[in-house]
């Protein structure tokens, strides 16, 4: 078993995901046993089954390397995500979880313009010069999408799908974990993440 701690005001919605949803979608994720808050403090746990012992699980990090076939795998596992639960596609009803938007801007106010400033500059090594010139008009356009965004079909989206949430199984199947910003958007995010 393995257990997940969140603390400060997390919102619930990566045990509802992983208790109410994520059995209704055949991907490789992790079983979640219990998942329980505390609406005072927003603290969070989520008991899941253990994956290196389940399946042989090997996480991978930001430097890992994966062939085509994993990353068709990845592709495979979002796109069977997002056809789940596009526009009520299914009877389980992902309305408890709250907008691409909603989290965009819950995220701005804890000061996400200012690590994305902060990143241009000590990643500047390995940005395309054509992306470091383009730095003043990222931003707003990042954040001028979200009409766009909203206006757009909705499905489950996984919202953080950087090889740091991937892992592969002893048989060599890519599984996704790390749930916890979850919400309801375009499936266009997650390709694009």
Same mark, same amino acid.
């Given at each position: 078993?393995?257990? #997940?701690?969140?603390?400060? #005001?997390?919102?619930?919605?990566?045990?509802?995901?992983?208790l109410q949803l994520r059995p209704f979608v055949p991907i490789e994720a992790p079983r979640c046993l219990y998942s329980g808050r505390d609406p005072a403090t927003g603290r969070s746990m989520h008991l899941m089954e253990d994956l290196t012992m389940t399946r042989g699980a090997t996480f991978c990090r930001a430097h890992s390397v994966i062939d085509r076939d994993q990353a068709e795998q990845v592709?495979?596992?979002?796109? /069977?995500?997002?056809? /789940?639960?596009?526009?009520?596609?299914?009877?389980?009803?992902?309305?408890?979880?709250?907008s691409y938007e909603s989290f965009f801007h819950a995220t701005v106010r804890n000061g996400l313009e200012a690590m994305h400033d902060k990143a241009m500059v000590r990643a500047a090594d390995v940005i395309p010069p054509a992306v470091t010139r383009a730095k003043d008009r990222i931003w707003p356009q990042a954040a001028a999408s979200l009409a766009l965004h909203a206006s757009s079909p909705r499905t489950v989206i996984h919202s953080d799908v950087h090889l740091g949430n991937w892992y592969v199984t002893r048989d060599g199947v890519m599984g996704l974990s790390d749930w916890a910003r979850v919400c309801r958007g375009h499936w266009g995010r997650d390709v694009a993440y």
């Open positions: 078993l393995a257990m #997940r701690l969140s603390a400060g #005001r997390a919102a619930p919605a990566e045990g509802q995901f992983l592709m495979d596992t979002i796109a /069977t995500l997002h056809g /789940t639960f596009l526009d009520g596609a299914t009877q389980h009803d992902p309305a408890f979880l709250r």
